[in-house]
């Protein structure tokens, strides 16, 4: 007998509209329940359906439900007829196998798709015998997040009948207490508002919401199909430590940071808006109506900046303005007047925003980059990944990128992935009537910056999530989790350094509160580190390639399967009777509209060449981890190189034999004659295996103790946008980092030889008898007579000398010069690279980190590329160097020089006898 389909619809935060009903007497959702709990701001929802079969006949129920989109499935379970049938979370790999056994077979699989602004959908069904009742029960997870000075915890309810026992309870709790909560949205109004109930009380509040079957009919968007609507939860907590709301439990801590009573930062805001043939009619006419808006709410202490692209750029002013009464309503008729026309070139805007702003610095103020487009680059340069690389070095971690996505058709992960990069956050505009006020409301989220360059401490804390915030804005706030040494709570001491325009400020108490949740079984607050901890390793992911890729992503989906998150790397698997259909829960990409199978994700797995063939050898730290070179049997046959020991960028280096026995890899060790010939043998360092290679067909694996110094590679900014310049320095060399007379200040930093990576030891001279040597296992600091040593996370102050030792990163302020070592990993190996944050009030400086941009111009492409830097002339390769100033380290194409060339100088002018 044909099964007929009963779907139901249950919504975590928002039910999912049904297009087919059903016979009403064929089925009754008789309970339906969202429970839904909050505490320190993490919302753990639990949908609960029962529903029973009336008919004579077995019949298939079909479960629909939206969650949020950053929310995480972590449990699903039906059950049936006294049995239990739990859903397993999986790699999504091994998920995939069953779900493609499942498709072979003609059985249709259950995925989550994305559905809205911030919804997602799953849905499954179940073969519910005749006169049986089946309960689903699905729970999810989402750390809540402030905006506008509140939380929001939505729920809309569209069961598509009325339901006997319906009811919504919302429990919060906040140790911080609750200033206030209110009830809003379609639900909460005229014939509903009295089957809301919300009370408040101190730290507690609680809201219930239990219509009955008659009232589900008559609400305004009620009928018989029941309620149409949504209940809109909103709430904030109170505030009366400047160090904010710091919970532990069990070993772990969670700390909640939003600072009120601060004065506001000016800004510097640059908006770029594309104004490209697609963006015609509707989209166009908002985006003016938003500016103008927005234009209105700028502060008479901001300076502004407007700028259009189509396949040109359009400026408004060249540069930064005041925000004056007379420069708005210039704007404004400039605003009023785009209209949409022609191809769209991101590269050019965005590279022109990041020069007005980098061109007008001002100092106390927050800048802040803004791009509004709604499709893929198609004019001027169109590979998304120079484009990328070309805003990362044009930004250069001095403001965040915020990158608007209009519609559906533009390339959003494009868009993340640069935001991302430069420390800001991609958003997508839904092309509905509101996309004016979707612009205007992202605006006003950062439209009051009031603190910069915020850095979170624990002294005690370990496996911290992210510390490192480039803006904090009013209304918003900061989240840090981590876990807490030892689980020892009285050594654990959380502060906060950030910049509050021309000030420093600490954020510390010594009395302050660190509160413990309770009991040890209470594991919400390990899961408020978990989920963002997998968060944050997701968007690291995405800006990675290769090995570290994989390590990152390999950490994520460890944790989200001790979790059993639903993440992008896993699936749930919903276990049903035997005979059924296996579905399988995936969680979408922003973007991705369909509900149709998920996409089969493929990894490639590496070649294995076997060492006569292939040996790797690292010869350029600043290039890659590895490199693949060739090793022929006949030296002879050897081709001479395109470039120096290397070839192009990014292909197999190939050595001749000049190159052989000069270069520094390669070390002569002993003669010996065979029967045939002489043969010079050659050890080569591969990192791995030392490779002794002879001018013949022998190749011989035997171990060679000594190491080959490297070459480390620099890079020079320029000031026209165009390729930087590149240079190696090889060897165990100590260069002069930073000399600031003036200040009694000098920053000198000894490369590492053997290592893989950059400096292993930085020395920091200041005034007459203050010393800080810093190497990747402690911080020294010799102060006068005084010597002390300082391992893991520390605050250490030395006269007007202060270190802040991050996870991985060191910041030093002496007077008013600002510098940041970084600490970066390669191959398991850890090594330093300095970054000038804040230069000397003057320019009587010095030094690598002191090298002003240069500006070059391209004499001569063929045969060979030349440049001209103050009339001298030089040749150069086209290659590629890693911009270790970076947190993120991305890789820069470059014009490979001779260092001198580069300097214009010598090279012994940046070096020290001693550090």
């Given at each position: 007998m044909?099964?007929?389909?009963?779907?139901?619809t249950?919504?975590?935060?928002?039910?999912?509209?049904?297009?087919?009903?059903?016979?009403?007497?064929?089925?009754?959702i008789?309970?339906?329940?969202?429970?839904?709990t909050?505490?320190?701001?993490?919302?753990?929802?639990?949908i609960?359906?029962?529903?029973?079969?009336?008919?004579?006949?077995?019949?298939?129920?079909?479960?629909?439900?939206?969650?949020?989109?950053?929310?995480?499935?972590?449990?699903?379970?039906?059950?049936?007829?006294?049995?239990?049938?739990?859903?397993?979370?999986?790699?999504?790999?091994?998920?995939?196998?069953?779900y493609?056994?499942a498709?072979?077979?003609?059985?249709?699989?259950?995925?989550?798709s994305s559905?809205?602004?911030t919804?997602e959908?799953?849905?499954?069904?179940?073969?519910?015998?005749?006169h049986?009742?089946?309960?689903?029960?699905?729970?999810?997870e989402?750390l809540?997040?402030?905006?506008?000075?509140?939380?929001?915890?939505?729920?809309?309810?569209?069961?598509?009948?009325p339901?006997?026992?319906?009811?919504?309870?919302?429990?919060?709790?906040?140790?911080?207490?609750?200033?206030?909560i209110?009830?809003?949205?379609?639900?909460?109004?005229?014939?509903?508002?009295?089957?809301?109930?919300?009370?408040?009380a101190?730290?507690?509040?609680?809201?219930?919401?239990?219509?009955?079957?008659?009232?589900?009919?008559?609400?305004?968007?009620?009928?018989?199909?029941?309620?149409?609507?949504?209940l809109?939860?909103?709430?904030?907590?109170?505030?009366?430590?400047?160090?904010?709301?710091?919970?532990?439990?069990?070993?772990?801590?969670?700390?909640?940071?939003?600072?009120?009573?601060?004065?506001?930062?000016?800004?510097?805001?640059?908006?770029v808006?594309?104004?490209?043939?697609?963006?015609?009619?509707?989209?166009?006419?908002?985006?003016?109506?938003?500016?103008?808006?927005?234009?209105?709410?700028?502060?008479?202490?901001?300076?502004?900046?407007?700028?259009?692209?189509?396949?040109?750029?359009?400026?408004?002013k060249?540069?930064?303005?005041?925000?004056?009464?007379?420069?708005?309503?210039?704007?404004?008729?400039?605003?009023?007047?785009?209209?949409?026309?022609?191809?769209?070139?991101i590269n050019?805007?965005?590279?022109?925003?990041?020069?007005?702003l980098?061109?007008?610095?001002?100092?106390?103020?927050?800048?802040?980059?803004?791009?509004?487009?709604?499709?893929?680059?198609?004019?001027?340069?169109?590979?998304?990944?120079?484009?990328?690389?070309?805003?990362?070095?044009?930004?250069?971690?001095?403001?965040?990128?915020?990158?608007?996505g209009?519609?559906?058709d533009v390339?959003?992960?494009?868009?993340?992935?640069?935001?991302?990069?430069?420390?800001?956050?991609?958003?997508?505009?839904?092309?509905d009537?509101?996309?004016?006020?979707?612009?205007?409301?992202?605006?006003?989220?950062?439209?009051?910056?009031?603190?910069?360059?915020?850095?979170?401490?624990?002294?005690?804390?370990?496996?911290?999530?992210q510390t490192?915030?480039?803006?904090?804005?009013?209304?918003?706030?900061?989240?840090?989790?981590?876990?807490?040494?030892?689980?020892?709570?009285e050594?654990f001491?959380?502060?906060?350094?950030?910049?509050?325009?021309?000030?420093?400020?600490?954020?510390?108490?010594?009395?302050?509160?660190?509160?413990?949740t309770?009991?040890?079984?209470?594991?919400?607050?390990?899961?408020v580190?978990?989920?963002?901890?997998?968060?944050?390793?997701?968007?690291k992911?995405?800006?990675?390639s290769g090995?570290e890729?994989?390590?990152?992503?390999?950490?994520?989906?460890?944790?989200?399967?001790?979790?059993?998150?639903?993440?992008?790397?896993?699936?749930?698997?919903?276990?049903?009777?035997?005979?059924?259909?296996?579905?399988?829960?995936?969680?979408?990409?922003?973007?991705?509209t369909?509900?149709?199978?998920?996409r089969?994700?493929?990894?490639?797995?590496?070649?294995?060449?076997?060492?006569?063939?292939?040996?790797?050898?690292?010869?350029?730290?600043?290039?890659?981890?590895?490199?693949?070179?060739?090793?022929?049997?006949?030296?002879?046959?050897?081709p001479?190189?395109r470039?120096?020991?290397?070839?192009?960028?990014?292909?197999?280096?190939?050595?001749?034999?000049?190159?052989?026995?000069?270069?520094?890899?390669?070390?002569?060790?002993?003669?010996?004659r065979?029967?045939?010939?002489?043969?010079?043998?050659?050890?080569?360092d591969?990192?791995?295996?030392?490779?002794l290679?002879?001018?013949?067909?022998?190749?011989?694996?035997?171990?060679?103790?000594?190491?080959?110094?490297?070459?480390?590679?620099?890079?020079?900014?320029?000031?026209?946008m165009?390729?930087?310049?590149?240079?190696?320095v090889?060897?165990?060399?100590?260069?002069?980092?930073l000399?600031?007379?003036?200040?009694?200040?000098?920053?000198?930093?000894?490369l590492?030889?053997?290592?893989?990576?950059?400096f292993?030891?930085?020395?920091?001279?200041?005034?007459?008898?203050?010393?800080?040597?810093?190497?990747?296992?402690?911080i020294?600091?010799?102060?006068?007579?005084?010597?002390?040593?300082?391992?893991?996370?520390?605050?250490?102050?030395?006269?007007?000398?202060?270190?802040?030792?991050r996870?991985?990163?060191?910041?030093v302020?002496?007077?008013?010069?600002?510098?940041?070592?970084?600490?970066?990993?390669?191959?398991?190996?850890?090594?330093?690279?300095?970054?000038?944050?804040?230069?000397?009030?003057?320019?009587?400086?010095?030094g690598?980190?002191?090298l002003?941009?240069?500006?070059?111009?391209?004499?001569?492409?063929?045969?060979?590329?030349?440049?001209?830097?103050?009339?001298?002339?030089?040749?150069?390769?086209?290659?590629?160097?890693?911009?270790?100033?970076?947190?993120?380290?991305?890789?820069l194409?470059?014009?490979?020089?001779?260092?001198?060339?580069a300097?214009?100088?010598?090279?012994?002018?940046?070096?020290?006898?001693?550090?």
């Amino acid at each position: 007998m044909e099964r007929s389909l009963v779907q139901i619809t249950l919504f975590g935060l928002l039910l999912a509209l049904v297009t087919t009903l059903p016979n009403k007497d064929n089925w009754d959702i008789y309970s339906f329940h969202i429970n839904s709990t909050v505490s320190s701001r993490y919302a753990t929802t639990v949908i609960t359906s029962r529903v029973a079969n009336r008919m004579d006949e077995s019949k298939e129920i079909e479960f629909q439900v939206r969650i949020p989109k950053n929310a995480f499935i972590s449990k699903f379970r039906m059950f049936i007829d006294g049995q239990v049938y739990d859903g397993v979370v999986k790699g999504k790999e091994k998920a995939q196998q069953q779900y493609t056994e499942a498709v072979s077979r003609g059985q249709s699989a259950g995925i989550v798709s994305s559905v809205g602004r911030t919804l997602e959908e799953f849905k499954t069904s179940v073969n519910v015998a005749a006169h049986k009742k089946v309960t689903f029960e699905l729970t999810y997870e989402e750390l809540l997040k402030r905006r506008l000075g509140k939380y929001e915890l939505q729920i809309h309810a569209r069961p598509m009948q009325p339901v006997k026992d319906f009811k919504v309870d919302v429990h919060i709790n906040e140790q911080a207490g609750i200033n206030f909560i209110e009830v809003k949205g379609g639900l909460s109004t005229k014939a509903l508002a009295n089957a809301i109930t919300k009370t408040h009380a101190d730290k507690q509040a609680w809201v219930y919401f239990y219509p009955t079957e008659a009232q589900q009919k008559t609400c305004d968007s009620c009928g018989e199909q029941g309620m149409n609507g949504d209940l809109v939860i909103t709430y904030d907590v109170n505030r009366d430590t400047s160090l904010g709301d710091i919970k532990t439990s069990d070993g772990y801590f969670v700390h909640h940071f939003a600072p009120s009573s601060l004065t506001r930062i000016p800004k510097n805001v640059v908006f770029v808006i594309d104004r490209s043939g697609s963006m015609h009619g509707r989209k166009i006419q908002q985006t003016r109506i938003a500016l103008l808006h927005i234009l209105n709410d700028l502060a008479e202490e901001d300076y502004f900046g407007l700028i259009t692209f189509a396949n040109s750029i359009n400026h408004w002013k060249q540069e930064l303005v005041q925000a004056n009464k007379k420069n708005l309503e210039s704007a404004k008729t400039f605003a009023r007047s785009i209209q949409a026309k022609g191809g769209t070139d991101i590269n050019k805007a965005v590279l022109e925003g990041a020069s007005i702003l980098n061109a007008h610095p001002r100092e106390g103020s927050a800048s802040i980059l803004i791009l509004l487009t709604d499709g893929d680059p198609t004019s001027g340069v169109t590979n998304i990944e120079i484009i990328q690389s070309n805003v990362r070095g044009a930004i250069a971690d001095k403001f965040p990128l915020y990158c608007l996505g209009f519609g559906f058709d533009v390339n959003f992960e494009f868009l993340e992935k640069m935001s991302l990069q430069n420390n800001g956050v991609a958003r997508r505009i839904y092309q509905d009537s509101d996309a004016d006020l979707q612009l205007k409301g992202f605006y006003e989220e950062v439209a009051t910056p009031l603190l910069t360059d915020v850095t979170m401490i624990y002294l005690g804390g370990t496996n911290l999530t992210q510390t490192n915030f480039s803006q904090y804005y009013n209304g918003s706030e900061i989240v840090v989790a981590g876990q807490i040494t030892d689980n020892d709570v009285e050594t654990f001491t959380p502060q906060v350094v950030a910049i509050s325009g021309r000030r420093r400020l600490t954020f510390s108490e010594t009395n302050a509160t660190v509160e413990s949740t309770g009991t040890v079984s209470d594991n919400r607050i390990q899961r408020v580190w978990a989920y963002l901890t997998v968060k944050q390793l997701l968007e690291k992911e995405l800006l990675l390639s290769g090995p570290e890729k994989e390590n990152v992503k390999k950490e994520a989906l460890e944790l989200s399967l001790k979790y059993s998150f639903v993440t992008p790397l896993t699936s749930m698997v919903v276990t049903k009777p035997q005979g059924e259909t296996t579905d399988v829960i995936h969680k979408p990409k922003e973007g991705e509209t369909s509900q149709a199978q998920p996409r089969v994700s493929y990894h490639r797995s590496m070649t294995h060449l076997s060492a006569p063939h292939v040996m790797s050898a690292p010869i350029m730290p600043g290039l890659y981890s590895r490199q693949l070179y060739p090793v022929y049997p006949d030296i002879d046959a050897l081709p001479k190189p395109r470039s120096g020991i290397l070839g192009e960028a990014g292909k197999a280096g190939q050595y001749d034999e000049e190159h052989l026995l000069t270069s520094a890899l390669l070390k002569p060790v002993t003669g010996r004659r065979n029967r045939h010939r002489t043969q010079r043998i050659m050890s080569i360092d591969t990192g791995a295996a030392p490779v002794l290679m002879t001018t013949r067909a022998t190749l011989v694996v035997q171990p060679v103790t000594a190491k080959a110094p490297l070459s480390h590679r620099f890079l020079i900014k320029t000031e026209n946008m165009s390729l930087p310049l590149c240079f190696d320095v090889t060897g165990d060399i100590r260069l002069k980092l930073l000399h600031h007379p003036s200040t009694e200040l000098s920053v000198n930093g000894e490369l590492d030889s053997v290592a893989y990576g950059g400096f292993k030891k930085i020395v920091i001279h200041f005034k007459a008898d203050l010393q800080v040597e810093v190497d990747t296992n402690e911080i020294t600091v010799r102060e006068g007579q005084t010597v002390t040593r300082h391992t893991g996370q520390d605050h250490i102050t030395a006269g007007s000398l202060t270190v802040i030792r991050r996870d991985k990163e060191i910041d030093v302020t002496a007077g008013d010069t600002r510098i940041v070592i970084l600490i970066h990993v390669k191959d398991g190996t850890e090594f330093l690279w300095p970054v000038v944050r804040q230069q000397p009030s003057d320019n009587n400086t010095e030094g690598i980190l002191a090298l002003k941009p240069t500006v070059y111009e391209e004499v001569q492409q063929t045969p060979s590329t030349k440049l001209k830097i103050k009339d001298q002339e030089t040749d150069v390769t086209r290659s590629n160097a890693v911009d270790y100033s970076i947190v993120s380290h991305p890789t820069l194409d470059c014009w490979l020089m001779p260092a001198e060339s580069a300097l214009q100088r010598r090279l012994d002018d940046f070096t020290v006898a001693q550090l």
